[in-house]
Each structure stands twice: as structure tokens, then as C-alpha cells.
């Protein structure tokens, strides 16, 4: 044979070998056929939107829990626009997929907001002790992720630590220059009041610690919020019983609203959250605690999977000195109302014009 004699220049073998190709891509059940990624790429074009849809349909029916959901959920609408059927047949699907996920039965509450109810919170800044057991208590309850890396830890609560203090004779040479004090006196160098630039990651041997006080922050709740105005796809509102809620599966991540909101009270997850199967809660809530995912904003929703079936939230029921309470601001006899009525109350931040449902009071 010449080098110039080339078998497969022979258009009769080219048809061939064409046909032979074509009757074995017919027959799924054949040995492997060798296939160009031209040829690929053009069988790949060939699908149409219809198909698609088939492929959808088929998924929906499958015996994969994250296949039979995901597919659904890319086509969800937003929450809050869904028809109650809606509402439970995506609540069922998350139910079927988290439950698979975790090995334990999850429910996926869809309770609404309930007439004549508005949630209200106050908190005694006079009795808080700085434990931070109501922290551990909302990580717990809401299935917030727990890792070690960066960006695998987010708590909802933060407690502000911060220093008291006060002016005193004997300081008031140890300044500068060093003991005469003229520019800047001895006092100026220590804590006068309280200081309200806190430490929030702070690990006492015993608390409360002496010369401190203690200021729980989370989302307050506003009956103005700002991250409901600056949010591009309406993902996040107010209930119509107080609490500002997102709709995770709507969530772009965005984080406008993190800027927006004047109390640092949303968290977003930068990484896929780090959630244990034995720790996770099987009680959850559409709008509240279900396991969200990498990219979406998060916050503080009073436990809507507690309190919409007449519960205390979690940081409420586990504080160990009755600081925190909560209740019914349009129930005149409840313990929120009655502290308003009573103590001396004030909001964060009043100034904004938020109008927070967070209330702080003292004796």
C-alpha cells in the first residue's frame, strides 16, 4: 500500500460506516458507539423545550427525594403569591426531600399569620447577665449552620458586652504628659458610662463579670424595614403579625439588605451551611427555620414554627434570669403590653423612624 492510499477517503465506506453509527445510536441498548463531539453537539442541539419539560415531568416522579424537588422549586413561584395549594404542595416537597436528606421525618409548617395578633418582644437590659445561652438556644432551634471554617458559623443573636465606668480623684494625673495630665486627663483613658462600642465574641470564666453590661442586638422586627424597601426581588416583607420573613428559594443573595438594615441583624451563608443530621430540628417552618442554602440571606423570625402554635421563641424560654419576654401587643393584659405600660422603655435607633417591635426596658 502507497501512503497515498487511504481507505477512508472511499466515499462507499464513509456511507458505511455512517449507517453503522446511525443503527447503533438507535439502539440504546448497544455496546459503545464512538461518537465526534461535532456529532455530540449536534445531537445535543436537537433537544427542544418540549423535551425539556418531559425530562421535568419524569424527574417529578422519581424516586430521588432531591430529584423529584429541586426540579419543582426552580419553577416556584414567590411565597407569598402562592395559592394555599401552592403553598402545600411546595411545604410537601421540601418535607419529602429534607426528610430523605436528614433520615429523620421532617414537617414543614405553612401556618399563616393569625388575626388579632402582633408579635412584640422586650427585653430587661438591667437582667441580662451576658450568658449567652440564648444564642446556643437560637442556633439550636433555627438549624443555623455550625462549622468551624470562615463563614460556616452564624448566630442571629448578638450580646454586646461593654464596660462600666466613671471618674474618680485619683486619676486625675495620669495623663498627658505622663503625670501632670494637662492635655489629656487620667479619666479620659477609662470607661465613663457605658461604652456601647461591645465585644460580642467574648468568653468569660463566670458571668456576670464585674463592671460589665450586657445588650443582646437581633432583628427588631420593624414595622418600617428597611431591608423590605431596598430588596430587588421582593423576597423578604413583613407578616401580618409582625415578623419580617424571607422566602429563601426567592433569595438572589444580593445582600442589599444587609446593607440597609441598621441593626447588623441579617446573615448570609458565603458557603453551603454545615448542619449535622443528628443536631438538625425536623420542626420547622416555611418562612422560618428550614435548612436554607449557599448564597441566601437569613435572620431572626421569633421561631414561627413556635410561636404561630401559641410557644414562647426559644431564646425566651431558655433565658435563665426572665429577661426576655414576649406576647401579643394587641392583647392589653399580655406581658409585652403591660411592660410598655409600666417600665421605662426605649427603641433602638429611634431615630430612624423604623419603628421596631423590639423593645428595651429597665426598672
Known sequence: ???????????????????????ASA?????????????????????????????????????????????AEHFQGNYRLMTPQEK???AARLARRYSSEYGKKVTVDTTEAQPGVLMGY??????????????????AENNQTRGENPGERIEWIQVLRMERGGF???????????????????????????????????????VPEKDATYMPIACMQCEKPPCVKVCPVRTTYREGDGPVVIDYNWCIGCRMCMSACPYWARRINLTSPVLPKEEMNPVTH??????????????????LQRTRQGRYPACVEVCP?????????????????????RKNVFRLKAELNTFPKFFYFYD
Not at 445535543?44 to 426540579?71: F, I, K, P, R, Y
Not at 422586650?122 to 442556633?139: E, F, S
Not at 504628659?177 to 479620659?188: D, S
Not at 392583647?331 to 405600660?341: F, H, M
Request: proline share 5%; with cysteine.
Open 286 to 303: 416555611y418562612l422560618g427555620n428550614r435548612p436554607r442554602m449557599r448564597g441566601v440571606v437569613e435572620k431572626c423570625h421569633w421561631c
Open 321 to 341: 434570669v426572665g429577661a426576655r419576654k414576649f406576647g401579643n401587643l394587641l392583647d392589653p393584659e399580655s406581658e409585652v403590653s403591660l411592660i410598655l405600660a
Open 168 to 206: 474618680s480623684k485619683e486619676k486625675m494625673n495620669q495623663g498627658y504628659p505622663e503625670g501632670l495630665g494637662i492635655q489629656v486627663g487620667g479619666n479620659a483613658y477609662t470607661p465613663a458610662g457605658q461604652v456601647l462600642e461591645g465585644q460580642y465574641h467574648y468568653e468569660p470564666k463566670a
Open 122 to 139: 422586650a427585653l430587661n437590659v438591667r437582667k441580662c447577665i451576658g450568658c449567652r445561652r440564648c444564642v446556643k438556644a437560637c442556633v
Open 88 to 90: 402545600a404542595e411546595a
Open 27 to 71: 439502539d440504546p441498548s448497544a455496546g459503545s458507539m464512538k461518537t465526534s463531539r461535532r456529532d455530540f453537539l449536534k445531537a445535543g442541539g436537537m433537544l427542544s423545550v418540549s423535551s425539556l419539560l418531559g425530562a421535568g415531568a419524569l424527574m417529578t416522579q422519581s424516586d430521588n427525594a432531591q430529584a423529584a424537588t429541586e426540579w
Open 1 to 23: 500500500m502507497t501512503p497515498n492510499d487511504n481507505p477512508a477517503a472511499d466515499p462507499d465506506l464513509e456511507r458505511q460506516s455512517e449507517c453503522q453509527t446511525q443503527a
